[in-house]
Structure formats: structure tokens, C-alpha cells
């Protein structure tokens, strides 16, 4: 079974930085894809950024191209997602998730941690 366990959230002020970690388990990831998401409260979830395990390709939403990056640590078997140059629109649980690289939809999600962007 797989496990997705996102750590790292927390309250920071506008400008600040955070980085948020995503421990996965249960499975060997070389042929998936690992996503962080984002959800407001009042919105919907959205799409924050993306890797493919073993190419390390990577894709990113235009409003955090430049200020988010997002990595993998094969050895730990972690996903992160570094956040710099934060703002007060940033703020939402985030949420990691996996899928198999010829999935269309995201099959395993973590439970979410807080972000909180203080203006």
C-alpha cells in the first residue's frame, strides 16, 4: 500500500520560505510521477508542480514558476517542494500525490499540511 506522509508546513511571513517534504512508502517510484497540490479554503484544488521520478523532468503552475522548485531524494525516497519569495495567496493545505507515469489522474494522496502566509 502506498504512503504519502507531507511534513514541513507551517506560518511564515510574506517574503519568507518554506520547504515541505513528501516521505513515500510502499512501493519502488522509479516509473511514477509525484505532484504537490494546493487547496484553499473556498477554492478548488489546483496544481502546483510536478516530477518524474526518474527522468527528473518537471513541470510547474504559472503562478509559482520561478519561486517554487520542486526535487527528489531517490536515497530517502522524499519528495520536496522548496518555497521561496512566499505570499499571502500561497496559502492552502498542501498535498502530495502519485501516479504512474501513464496515468492521466493522480492515485494516492497524503493527508495534507497547513501553509499560512502572513502579509
Known amino acids: 500500500q502506498v504512503q504519502l506522509v507531507e511534513s514541513g508546513g507551517g506560518l511564515v511571513q510574506a517574503g519568507g520560505s518554506l520547504r515541505l517534504s513528501c516521505a513515500a512508502s510502499?512501493?519502488?517510484?522509479?516509473?511514477?510521477?509525484m505532484g504537490w497540490f494546493r487547496q484553499a479554503p473556498g477554492k478548488e484544488r489546483e496544481f502546483v508542480a510536478a516530477i518524474n521520478w526518474s527522468s527528473g523532468s518537471t513541470a510547474y503552475a504559472d503562478s509559482v514558476k520561478g519561486r517554487f522548485t520542486i526535487s527528489t531524494d531517490n536515497a530517502k525516497n522524499t519528495v520536496y517542494l522548496q518555497m521561496n519569495s512566499l505570499k499571502p495567496e500561497d496559502t492552502a493545505v498542501y498535498y502530495c500525490a502519485v501516479r504512474t507515469i501513464r496515468a492521466t489522474a493522480f492515485s494516492f494522496w497524503g493527508q495534507g499540511t497547513q501553509v499560512t502566509v502572513s502579509s
Open positions: 510502499g512501493r519502488t517510484f522509479s516509473n511514477y510521477v
